[in-house]
T-cell receptor
């Protein structure tokens, strides 16, 4: 049973470019979460999605960031016009159902470097 | 809103010695508590979680944690560490009945030395 998959593992972008991060949840999981880890900090919640729906985006920056989880295919975190402050590790997690007691299974992360 | 405090950013310890990593949380409602481990350049792996019931929770790799409601703590312990335990450890909470998002502490780097 494959775990949560993220690609690319490393992504380098110049300021002003777009970054697209992909996440395929574990088989049978329909709940996806995105977290950002800045250097020397813990993980910060960004967004929680179910298939075709954004459930909680309270941690998403108001501009330039968007997320989707289409009916078919992976979840995508999109960052437009990247700036150096976007450099971080972005982790995706998935769970089989809704509920704070559920274990979230994490992917290996995408490390974004903005030059 | 809830918050998690991990006061120790780094904990050095010799191999086969016991270790305790501290975690305190703040919340006005009931929470679920988690400990995750992150090895270099990898994702997070669940060590253990507390949902309800017995306050002593046993996890993988010989780790255990004790929930103390009065002190709002959830410290992680291991009686004898191994070199392979060197990693970053994160404490996290989610709110009971309040959605799924995890609130993480800033992490504790455990460094096991020979």
């Amino acid at each position: 049973n494959a775990g949560v998959m993220q690609n690319p593992r490393h992504l380098v972008r110049r300021r002003g470019q777009e970054a697209r991060l992909r996440c395929s949840p574990m088989k049978g999981h329909s709940h996806v979460y995105w977290y950002r880890q800045l250097p020397e900090e813990g993980l910060k919640f960004m967004v929680y999605l179910q298939k075709e729906n954004i459930i909680d985006e309270s941690g998403m920056p108001k501009e330039r960031f968007s997320a989707e989880f289409p009916k078919e295919g992976p979840s995508i975190l999109r960052i437009q016009q990247v700036v150096r402050g976007d450099s971080a590790a972005y982790f995706c997690a998935s769970s089989p159902s809704e509920g704070g007691w559920e274990t979230q299974y994490f992917g290996p992360g995408t490390r974004l470097l903005v030059l | 809103a809830q918050s998690v405090t991990q006061l120790d950013s780094q904990v050095p310890v010799f191999e086969e010695a016991p270790v305790e990593l501290r975690c305190n949380y703040s919340s006005s409602v009931s929470v679920y508590l988690f400990w995750y481990v992150q090895y270099p350049n990898q994702g997070l792996q669940l060590l253990l979680k507390y949902l309800s019931g017995s306050t002593l929770v046993k996890g993988i790799n010989g780790f255990e944690a004790e929930f103390n409601k009065s002190q709002t703590s959830f410290h992680l312990r291991k009686p004898s560490v191994h070199i392979s335990d060197t990693a970053e450890y994160f404490c996290a909470v989610s709110v009971a009945g309040g959605g799924n998002k995890l609130t993480f502490g800033t992490g504790t780097q455990l460094k096991v030395e020979l």
